[in-house]
Every structure is written in structure tokens, then in C-alpha cells.
């Protein structure tokens, strides 16, 4: 039985704990739901880096015997700098979701669909030029997703105008799989699909990520052998625990009991 961490700027990152869950039920869960500094999207490199690392820390210093990056943002800005500088394996979300993509296009036009800072630090083009220089990809930012979704709106008149704008470029493009580059991001695929044109693919990267992970644990790249104080699931917040709570049962099907609040303070006192 391993420890694995997982984080996210806010509470998207329980898409890949119910994965997680799904996949692999009988490993015990750390989870760091970042939400007093989220979004991380409109965060400057240097921010989103200390953030990422100060999280990495928190969750090895508790047991975590792999960490995964549940966050697009924090994987393009931070991914290397933290493998760098932390003896465990450490994942991120912008190769996987690459991979599973490539494996179901067929004209090799990918699109993704990610935060402003993701978009921004060209993350998905250097992951699908490393990984199929012939094909292609073109993104769009969605600024306004992760507010909705971290407000519990995932569905809606709201949500319906927001997507239908974010999507049209996508629509209008010969892109024929989407890549969905936010954790957050799955929670609205019920409006992300109603507004697609029909044909295009959704790729939701936490779903290899876990694969990923069981193939690892499966070939002992993961060290089974630290202690946890505790059984099942443990979730930290920089936020409100209470909020926590209700957002991870009633919008992801998440059962989070267990919820302990972070002070920043403490968050950057941390030094990986």
C-alpha cells in the first residue's frame, strides 16, 4: 500500500482523488486543495512555482511516497524544477493527456482547452512537439471556467454562454480531439460536449495519469514503506474546510470528511 499526494490550485484535483478511487481503491490519498491562492492561471511563473513547491514539501513531509501535479498550471511552470529538488516521483498532467490524445486523433490536429498560464507557457506545444512533431495543436484559454467551477456552477445558463463562446474557435478549426488541460475542467464535460461539434474527442488526462501510476506501483517504482498517521483519505486546504467538504461531495462525489485547514504562514515557511 502506497501513499500517493496529489494537489491542485483549488478543488479540480478531486477529479484525479475520484480516479484515484476508481482505479486504484485500495492505496491511502493525501489531497492539498490550494483554494485561498486559486486560481493559479492569472499567477506569474515565479508565484506558481513556490506555490507548486511549497505543496510538494507539505505532502512528503506527511508520507507521500509519489506526488501527482493535478494541475495544468503547476505542471508547465514547476514540474521540473520540483523533480529537481525532491527524492520522490513526481507527475504531471500535460505528457499524459498528450499521449492518451495522440492515441485517439486520426488527423493529428489536438486542441486543448486549459488556463490563461497554461496557454501562455507553450506547455502542450513542446509536450506534442517532443512527442509527434507532425502534428499539431492550438489552444485556448478559459479564464472563467475554474471561478465557475470552484463557485459549484457546472451547469447552467452561465455555464452554457461560456463554454459556447470559449468552443467556437475549437468548432471552427479541423481539430478532431480536445484535450481538457484543467482538473478542473472535467467537472463541466456535460457542457463542454453539448457545445462541441460532433466528432471531436474528448481526452481527460487524469485517466492516464492514474494508469501511470498503477504501472509504477505494479513495477515497484514507488516505495510502499512510510508510515501515514492515518487510514483512506486525508484532505488539507488553504481555504475553508466546510466548503471543502460540501464542494467535494456534492460536485465531485468525493466523500471528504476529513478536512484540515493550512495557514499560508505555515505554507510559506516550507522550503523544498
Known sequence: M?????????????????EIAR?????????????????YGARSPEEVRDFALQLVEFLSRRGAELVIM??????AMALQTARGRCPIPILGVIAP????????TRNGRLAVIATEATVRSGGYRRAVQKLSPQASVMEQACPRFVPLVENGITSGPEAERVAAAYLQAINDSESDTLILGCTHYPLLEGVIGHHLRPGIKLVDPSQRVVQMVRDMLSRGQ?????????????????GDPASFRSFAKTVCGVDARDVMAVSLAELEDLRA
Open 23 to 39: 482505479c486504484l481503491p485500495q492505496e491511502q490519498v493525501l489531497y492539498f486543495g490550494d483554494t485561498a491562492r486559486c486560481p
Open 222 to 238: 514507488v516505495a510502499d514503506d512510510r508510515m501515514p498517521s492515518y487510514d483512506g483519505y486525508q484532505f488539507f486546504t488553504s
Open 97 to 104: 493527456g498528450v499521449e492518451a490524445a495522440l492515441e485517439k
Open 70 to 75: 493535478a494541475c495544468n498550471t503547476s505542471t
Open 2 to 18: 502506497a501513499v500517493l499526494g496529489v494537489f491542485d490550485s483549488g478543488l479540480g484535483g478531486l477529479t484525479v482523488v475520484r
